[in-house]
T-cell receptor, first 113, second 112 residues
Framework: GAGVSQSPSNKVTEKGKDVELRCDPI?????LYWYRQSLGQGLEFLIY????????KSGLPSDRFSAERTGGSVSTLTIQRTQQEDSAVYLC???????????FGSGTRLTVV | DAKTTQPPSMDCAEGRAANLPCNHS???????VYWYRQIHSQGPQYIIH???NNETNEMASLIITEDRKSSTLILPHATLRDTAVYYC?????????????FGKGTRLSVIA
């Protein structure tokens, strides 16, 4: 596609529920990144996929967070047993082989009530 | 850990040049300087990047000092739509295993 697409754009969930956030990167981009941004805060790196290599999960805050990337394209970020502190905007970005600039999506605003 | 230092906020009059400074005194020889911006409620947007030569594109100019310890992003004719948080990041080019690390950036307010 022309840009990075994320869905849903907004998600409200009850504490304790699981949620899945989706990211469709730009076609041909081999690198895909997930970040989150809490209200008024900076961007926090979560996880990174590059081609067929093992993902860099060093930024995941707990084992409730996981992500996968199927077929080297679409990625899903899953948060299990959501907590109120998980409320944030979750941003996905892609780039060509990790080089040059990243293209970010518009994000998914997650609210845990 | 951000390797850059930026002022937390700046104001600029509409139509004037906005000059955003960034210090990166510990930059390595193979690290590039990247600039991104984030307009309210949007994802970050790539602006420009460079190694040691000055760079210009349709959005901005990047001036890097000869010792590469600091740089300045220049928006030649700022508009209200340039109001955003601007992030200066240093990163090894092509280092597929090094995600961008965003600091706090500079909040630029363009004033009519």
């Amino acid at each position: 596609g022309a840009g990075v697409s994320q869905s849903p754009s907004n998600k409200v969930t009850e504490k304790g529920k699981d949620v899945e956030l989706r990211c469709d990167p730009i076609s041909g981009h081999t690198a895909l990144y997930w970040y989150r941004q809490s209200l008024g805060q900076g961007l926090e790196f979560l996880i990174y996929f590059q081609g067929n290599s093992a993902p860099d999960k060093s930024g995941l805050p707990s084992d409730r967070f996981s992500a996968e990337r199927t077929g080297g394209s679409v990625s899903t970020l899953t948060i299990q047993r959501t907590q109120q502190e998980d409320s944030a905007v979750y941003l996905c970005a892609s780039s060509f082989s990790g080089r040059y600039g990243y293209t970010f999506g518009s994000g998914t605003r997650l609210t845990v009530v | 850990d951000a390797k850059t230092t930026q002022p937390p906020s700046m104001d600029c009059a509409e139509g004037r040049a906005a000059n955003l400074p960034c210090n990166h005194s510990t930059i390595s020889g193979n690290e590039y300087v990247y600039w991104y911006r984030q307009i309210h409620s949007q994802g970050p947007q790539y602006i420009i990047h460079g190694l040691k030569n000055n760079e210009t594109n349709e959005m901005a100019s990047l001036i890097i000092t000869e010792d590469r310890k600091s740089s300045t992003l220049i928006l030649p004719h700022a508009t209200l739509r340039d109001t955003a948080v601007y992030y200066c990041i240093v990163r090894v080019e092509g280092s597929g295993n090094t995600p961008l690390v965003f600091g706090k950036g500079t909040r630029l307010s363009v004033i009519a």
